[in-house]
């Protein structure tokens, strides 16, 4: 079992920057995958970034150059930094943990992000 929890959601202008965080209830090395995803309103939730334990990265195009995915293993954090925010990034940002064992989905409460044009 693991629970999750996303801070750092906002206001923001477009052009600017948020950090998001995601902190897990346990050790996050051994997970396999940590990633964001996102559900703009009336949209589908869809992929935003994934970082793996032995830290490759995988980006939606959309957020390709402007956003990062990191992990701090000993803080049981993941991070996105968000730069360069336009309005169509306005959505609600999920926190995702994956274990391979068993084929395990975790998910955050959520986090909403809304970017002022």
Known sequence: QVQL????GG???AGGSLRL????????????AMGWYRQPPGKQRELVATITSGG????????????????????????????SLKPEDTAVYYCNAYLAVG?????????QVTVSS
């Open 5 to 8: 929890v996303e801070s750092g």
């Open 21 to 32: 965080s995601c902190t897990a209830s346990r050790s996050i090395f051994s997970i396999n």
């Open 56 to 83: 490759n990265t995988n980006y939606v195009d959309s957020v390709k150059g402007r956003f990062t995915i990191s992990r701090d293993n000993a803080k049981n954090t993941v991070y996105l930094q968000m730069n």
């Open 11 to 13: 206001l923001v202008q």
């Open 103 to 111: 084929l395990r989905n975790y998910w955050g409460q959520g986090t």
